[in-house]
């Protein structure tokens, strides 16, 4: 059970939950983001859009990060620190003989094609691997979603399936392709 809000930074991110004076950045993001993203993720419901949810949605995610459930990050640029590109987390944190979480990101459409995502993820996944001692991360992707399987596979992760109807995404029963990677270091700890 982590303690303190992880701030993880690169070259040219920070990686950190969102606080409630981001939230007009957050609903600068997903607003002007909208139909692009649209193609990859659940439907969102009515007060998504609103400050009344991301009020709420902030405390919760912050709650489920305290309690080991979840990890889920904006991504900023250092240049532009206060301006949201993204979205990157880690869902469904298990542990007992799992020690497991799934990935799940998303990225601005006009940040695409310069490497934000695979930067990021490299970050969480150190720090999913060193600090949240994670053996196993999972992520899936839509087979015509050709930019995640190329993020996916620039960070290492393997194919292992296609899970038929796996995910109800824009309004319909979608296939994935599964993918994962192991922490080589992973460790039993006390």
Known sequence: MATHLPMLRSQRLL???GQPEDIPAILHYYRSNKAYLEPFEPQRPDNF????????????????FHI??????FIFELEHPTEVIGTINLNNIIRGAFHAA???YGLAATKQGQGFMTEAGRLLIHYAFE???LHRIMASYIPHNQRSANVL???????????REYLFINGKWQDHVMTSLINPQWRRRE
Not at 68 to 73: I, Q, T
Request: aromatic share 10%; glycine share 10%.
């Open 15 to 17: 990686l950190r939950m």
């Open 153 to 163: 596979k620039r960070l290492g992760f393997e194919i292992e399936g296609t899970a």
């Open 102 to 104: 799934n990935l799940g």
């Open 49 to 64: 859009y609103s400050v009344h949810f991301w009020d709420a949605a902030l405390h919760m995610r912050e709650k489920d």
């Open 68 to 73: 080991g459930n979840s990890l889920r990050l």
């Open 131 to 133: 600090e949240l001692n």
